[in-house]
């Protein structure tokens, strides 16, 4: 990864600190040769752009607040100084255990991820350093345990962080010297004001705090007075285009019918090369998609808070490896707001809003000493419902890797969450592409029973996000298909839509979870006993509760525009640079296994396309 030139609150370093030097490298940092050999180990050549400013001022001791861009490598940043800290406490205090180290996210999700780096970037450390996750569902016993051998980090949710101390007499706080808030503009809007407020009551005074960001937003400011004495304030911005990665951003204006015609045209003739998220607005259309793409025998997973979180860890883990291709994901518990008024400070301090509460907070993953209760009154008729967890959630913080393509196939409904979602692309580094569907508002009105409710808003939240990705000097270029040929696809679209009825997708809703129930909870010790087995269990199997039509599973060669058949049938693919350039999404290694196959069957192996552009195929292209 490269670094840039960073902007710095000039009274928080010296000036000559906001230019970083660019040959810096992770041993003129000053740390500990057993976290270089945990850094080599993860293959880091050099420090990103915010850990080489916040290493060197957190080493001193200084209260950090950083806002870097999603995938820059916060995490790092402040777990490096962290762990130098208790490695040098050890070495004048080798038998002494505490905690010195309090870590908060605000999804199970982001406490394991942080939780194995924490374990892999102390890999050398041997048992010096031990780190507890206490986010997730396990009982309070078992957790309890594990923090009475007082672990030198706790990573935990804010308010699974309030219980512990609560049941522990505050010994979990007592002697707390570091103290992270990750993903700090997130955190106040998933309703932890409370315990935050209740937990920074019980800590030390003098501890040293870092609050991490991608965005700036009010609860930071909040977050800021609560906890830090005059922090060493980072606002970085890495150069993009110089720096080889981003996200090019695309959207698609485009009616709730037409959405499925182009997923189904983009995936069925693999426009998208590499691994794609796509988001959805709510459950019900996570399996409405899987389902109808099902039928053109697309296999794709989804994740949703409905899930335990275990299998939500498990399909990310797997995704990463590269054995899904396709997530469909909701973005419950959105971060409401806009980062254009946050800046300009046009909103008044935020309150803790009930509107932005989660959905729903009744969950089967969630303990019962939750201090949260349901906001929702149960419903009047008597249905056993499904409990999400409101500690879910994928669009923030969640290291999805080599992801090629974020789809908005459902826009978010603030600037603030689709700057979290593209995030989720054009990560250490890497291109992206984001590519947004845009339900205009006249389209909306005429087609309102099927939309999903919240792209009323469509154009007025485009607009928003527009302006403020323009301030960032970046662009939302609008994509235009040549609709005349993507509505060859429509009858076999129509064909597929109607099989999947509302029937059939609380059915798939309902197997899934059952599935993954059984997976999560009573095959766990089996896994636990057996790892390698795990790699077994796949979650992008096929739901079938859709009527099953064969016929759709393959596209006929009448369908494809003369020119564009051969650029198809070797399956090129838009690149998600959005320059242009088109791969195809099968990768290398199995075509030429493909081919070599088709050799020895003495069949002829078609030549490539050469890189011919379907999309163009289809005479489309970015204005
Ligand atoms: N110095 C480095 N060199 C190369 N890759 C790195 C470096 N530091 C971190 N990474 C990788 O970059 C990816 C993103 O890191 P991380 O999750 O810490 O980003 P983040 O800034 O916290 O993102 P978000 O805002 O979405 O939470 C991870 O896969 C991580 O392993």
């Known amino acids: 990864m490269k670094r840039k030139h960073g902007e710095e609150d000039q009274t928080a370093a010296p000036a000559d600190e906001s230019v970083v030097d660019l040959d810096a490298s992770f041993s003129n940092l000053g740390l500990d040769a057993r976290l270089l050999q945990g850094i080599a180990k993860l293959n880091f050549a050099h420090p990103t752009l915010v850990q080489a400013k916040a290493i060197p001022l957190a080493l001193e001791g200084k209260d950090i607040l950083a806002r870097a861009k999603t995938g820059s490598g916060k995490t790092a940043a402040y777990l490096l100084p962290i762990l130098q800290a208790i490695l040098k406490r050890k070495e004048t205090s080798p038998n002494e255990r505490l905690t010195s180290a309090l870590i908060l996210v605000p999804t199970r999700e982001l406490a394991e991820q942080v939780h194995r780096a924490t374990e892999r970037l102390a890999a050398y450390c041997g048992k010096t350093i031990r780190a507890v996750n206490v986010a997730q569902n396990v009982s309070e016993q078992v957790q309890q345990s594990l923090l009475a051998e007082h672990p030198d980090i706790v990573i935990a949710t804010p308010s699974r962080a309030l219980v512990h101390n609560n049941l522990s007499a505050h010994t979990l706080t007592s002697k707390v010297t570091h103290l992270v808030i990750d993903e700090a503009d997130l955190v106040l809007s998933y309703g932890y004001e409370d315990d935050l407020q209740a937990v920074s009551k019980t800590l030390p005074k003098g501890l040293q705090t870092f609050l991490m960001s991608a965005t700036l937003t009010t609860e930071v400011e909040t977050l800021k007075t609560l906890f830090c004495r005059n922090p060493a304030i980072l606002r970085l911005e890495e150069d993009a285009e110089e720096d080889g990665g981003g996200v090019s951003q695309f959207c698609v204006k485009c009616g709730e019918d037409e959405k499925f015609l182009l997923v189904y045209v983009i995936f069925k003739l693999k426009l998208v090369k590499g691994k794609c998220i796509i988001f959805v607005g709510d459950i019900d259309r996570c399996y409405r ?5 099902e039928q053109f025998g697309i296999r794709s997973c989804v994740l949703n808070s409905e899930l335990p979180v275990n299998s939500r860890i498990h399909i990310v883990d797997e995704f990463n490896k590269n054995v899904y291709e396709i997530i469909i994901a909701t973005d419950e518990n959105e ?19 009930p509107s932005k509460e989660p959905p729903t907070t009744t969950t089967t993953t969630t303990t019962k000493t ?16 499904v409990r999400r967890d ?9 290291d999805f890797q080599n992801v090629a393509c974020v789809l908005n196939f459902d826009l978010p409904t603030s600037s603030k969450s689709y700057t979290h979602r593209i995030g989720r692309t054009a990560r250490a580094g890497k291109t992206g592409m984001a590519l947004s569907f845009v339900i205009p508002e006249a389209l909306f009105r005429a087609h309102k029973p099927t939309s999903h409710p919240s792209c009323e808003r469509d154009e007025k939240v485009l607009a928003k996000i527009t302006r403020h990705q323009r301030k960032r000097g970046k662009e939302v270029r609008p994509y235009t298909f040549d609709m005349k040929q993507v509505e060859a696809f429509r009858y076999r679209m129509d064909d597929a839509l109607r099989a999947v009825t509302r029937v059939a997708v609380r059915e798939a809703r309902t197997r899934e979870i059952r599935q993954e129930l059984l997976a999560s909870e009573k095959l766990k010790r089996h896994f636990e006993e057996n790892p390698a087995d795990l790699v077994h269990l796949r979650h992008d199997g096929e739901l079938r509760p859709a009527k099953v039509q064969p016929h759709l599973k393959h596209v006929p060669d009448y369908l494809l525009p003369a020119a564009g058949k051969a650029a198809i049938s070797a399956s090129s693919a838009l690149d998600g640079t959005g320059r242009g350039t088109f791969v195809s999404i099968r990768k290398s290694s199995d075509n030429r296994i493909r081919k070599a196959r088709m050799k020895k069957a003495g069949k002829s192996v078609r030549k490539s396309a050469g890189g011919r552009d379907p999309l163009k195929m289809f005479k489309g292209g970015r204005k």
């Open 289 to 293: 998609l899987k389902l109808f793409l």
């Open 370 to 385: 939750d201090p949260t209760p349901a906001t929702k009154k149960p419903p009047k008729k008597k249905r056993k419902k």
């Open 335 to 353: 971060v409401l707001g806009d980062e254009e008024e946050d800046e300009a400070e046009a909103e008044p301090k935020a309150e803790s809003n």
């Open 390 to 398: 409101k500690e879910y959630g994928v669009s923030r913080g969640i």
